[in-house]
């Protein structure tokens, strides 16, 4: 079981669309659409902000979307705002029903 | 409103065993609809999911800790637990206690979270 591999780092200016990759494998992201997102201020517990690849739940903002490709899942978060400046991981229902998480990506808001 | 509330000794010596407790408040650990869960987090690293446990009594960990792991639940008191035994430094981490959505694997309410520092 190997970690889901994400971007370190991804920045933007405040209004862009940035986009953060979830790469894994035909084990996890790529045959359950099992993927969620959670968000992650320093010295905080993570959020949850997508579940079940695409959806949010009650009270996240629509700026933040979900999508998944082949072995790949993807957040996109649109409109960019400083409030968005945290650390993001994706999570997958992997073999044996585990769970996996990616290694986080940081988000800087230019 | 779900809470969970981690509580346990701050300090372990290593080839101890790491004893942590969650609290759960507003939600019961009876409903079968959910597996209690812990996640822990390495000092300025990313998270890594140690186990669940559902009311059934079934558990399931991460390969890599399983040998180590145990989860039990408590539903008289509302809490769960992890142990985990022949700890090292490497050990040292924030552990989280969390709610997992039982077959849509998402974390849906977390505890604030708990440094455990391993060191003689």
């Known amino acids: 079981q190997s970690a889901l591999t994400q971007p370190a780092s991804v920045s933007g200016s405040p209004g862009q669309s940035i986009t953060i990759s979830c790469n894994g494998t035909?084990?996890?992201?790529?045959?359950?659409?099992?993927v969620s997102w959670y968000q992650q201020y320093p010295g905080t517990f993570p959020r949850l902000i997508i579940y079940a690849v695409t959806r949010r739940p009650s009270g996240v903002s629509m700026r933040f979307s979900g999508s998944r490709s082949g072995n790949t899942a993807s957040l996109t978060i649109s409109g960019l705002q400083a409030e968005d400046e945290a650390d993001y991981y994706c999570?997958?229902?992997?073999?044996?029903?585990?769970?996996?998480f990616g290694g986080g990506t940081r988000v800087t808001v230019l | 409103q779900v809470q969970l509330q981690e509580s346990g000794p701050g300090l372990v010596k290593p080839s101890q065993t790491l004893s942590l407790t969650c609290s759960v408040s507003?939600?019961?650990?009876?409903?079968?609809?959910?597996?209690w869960s812990w996640i822990r987090q390495h000092p300025g690293k990313g998270l890594e999911w140690i186990g669940y446990m559902h009311y059934s009594g079934n558990t399931h960990y991460n390969p890599s800790l399983k040998s180590r792991v145990e989860i039990s639940l408590d539903t008289p008191k509302n809490q769960f637990s992890l142990k985990l035994t022949s700890v090292t430094a490497a050990d040292t981490a924030v552990y989280f206690c969390a709610r997992e959505k039982g077959g849509a694997y998402f974390l849906d309410h977390w505890g604030q979270g708990t440094l455990v520092t391993v060191s003689s």
């Open positions: 035909s084990s996890d992201v790529g045959i359950y659409n099992l």
């Open positions: 999570c997958s229902k992997a073999g044996g029903d585990t769970l996996v």
């Open positions: 507003g939600g019961s650990l009876s409903s079968g609809d959910y597996w």
